[in-house]
């Protein structure tokens, strides 16, 4: 089954980030393992040059992939899964929006404390917490492939006042704006001598 919405390198960053907004979409395959799992699945990380991915686990399988036996691809999705996908997905597509948990609540039907529960039970996290590495990511892309300020992308990445945005950014990232920046046109130049 083909699908030209996400590109390898998309459904990459999805399973680094053990994203289960994408549950059901796809499925990761590891070729030195023969296991295949679902994106949000928090077992060891595979090396890139390993993974394939497929668009159904009838396909995995014919391939000669078996399930994953901690993420359990083969067993239908939770109700409880369908919903953080859903939110998850609702949180990617208005990061730049300034969301608050009643609001993404109401998005889903559910009341505050049962959604913040059931998401970080499916995803270790909550939602704002999961909300804030959505936009650290952005920011993280933008800094990489933009010549925007720091403030800019503080902004454009959907936070509300540059001292969230730094803090955010550093507690994610292990670096400031300013030296995550400097490290890629570090690694940028060394690419380019190499």
């Not at 300034?98 to 109401?106: M, T, V």
């Not at 006042?161 to 507690?171: I, L, M, R, V």
Request: glycine residues 6%; positive net charge.
């Amino acid at each position: 089954m083909k699908n030209t919405h996400f590109s390898f390198e998309e459904m990459w960053e999805k399973i680094m980030a053990c994203d289960p907004g994408y549950d059901g979409l796809f499925y990761t395959a590891v070729k030195t393992t023969g296991i295949y799992c679902r994106p949000s699945c928090r077992s060891r990380k595979p090396k890139k040059i390993n993974v394939e991915f497929y668009f159904s686990q009838h396909e995995a399988e014919a391939h000669g992939y078996r399930a994953c036996k901690r993420c359990q691809p083969n067993a239908g999705l939770s109700p409880n899964t369908e919903v953080v996908r859903e939110v998850a997905l609702f949180l990617a597509a208005h990061y730049r929006k300034p969301l608050r948990l009643a609001e993404i609540a109401d998005h889903a039907g559910l009341t505050p404390s049962y959604l913040d529960w059931i998401f970080k039970q499916e995803t270790g996290e909550t939602p704002l917490a999961y909300l804030k590495k959505i936009r650290v990511d952005k920011a993280a892309h933008l800094i990489e492939h933009s010549a925007l300020s720091n403030l800019d992308i503080c902004y454009e990445a959907g936070f509300q006042s540059p001292s969230n945005f730094y803090k955010a950014f550093k507690t994610i990232k292990q670096l400031s704006p300013g030296d995550y920046r400097k490290s890629g046109v570090q690694a940028g130049t060394r690419r380019a001598l190499s």
